[in-house]
């Protein structure tokens, strides 16, 4: 079964740190273009940030550069995404996502894990 699990959410204050992780089984990995995925209550959902099959090349949303890092570990199936100097407005369920590096769309993703920041 193809699937993504993602973990290590939860509730943390403005400007603490939470690090995701995203564990891939049932497809080859080291072949996919990964990328993290966020959905505020309220908003559409939006792309954060992407890595590339081989664990470089990493991009970010404007809001995010500088606060998160992506990356990508092909040993171990797993995609982590390191969240620093957190905000209030990166309150949100976060996917992880993943797709073939000779496609364009995300066809892989897990069921989210909730990332709250508080007071």
């Known amino acids: 079964e193809v699937q993504l699990e993602e973990s290590g959410g939860g509730l943390v204050q403005p400007g603490g740190s939470l690090r995701l992780s995203c564990a891939a089984s049932?497809?080859?990995?080291?072949?996919?273009?990964m990328g993290w995925f966020r959905q505020a209550p309220g908003k559409e959902r939006e792309f954060v940030a992407a890595?590339?099959?081989?664990?470089?090349?990493?991009v970010y949303i404007d809001s995010v550069k500088g606060r998160f890092t992506i990356s990508k570990d092909n040993a171990e199936n797993r995609l982590y995404l390191q969240m620093n100097s957190l905000k209030l407005e990166d309150t949100a369920v976060y996917y992880c996502?993943?797709?073939?590096?000779?496609?364009?769309?995300?066809?892989?993703w897990g069921q989210g894990t909730q990332v709250t920041i508080a007071s």
């Open positions: 890595i590339s099959w081989s664990g470089g090349s990493p």
């Open positions: 996502a993943g797709r073939h590096y000779g496609q364009s769309l995300y066809h892989i």
């Open positions: 049932g497809f080859i990995f080291n072949t996919h273009t």
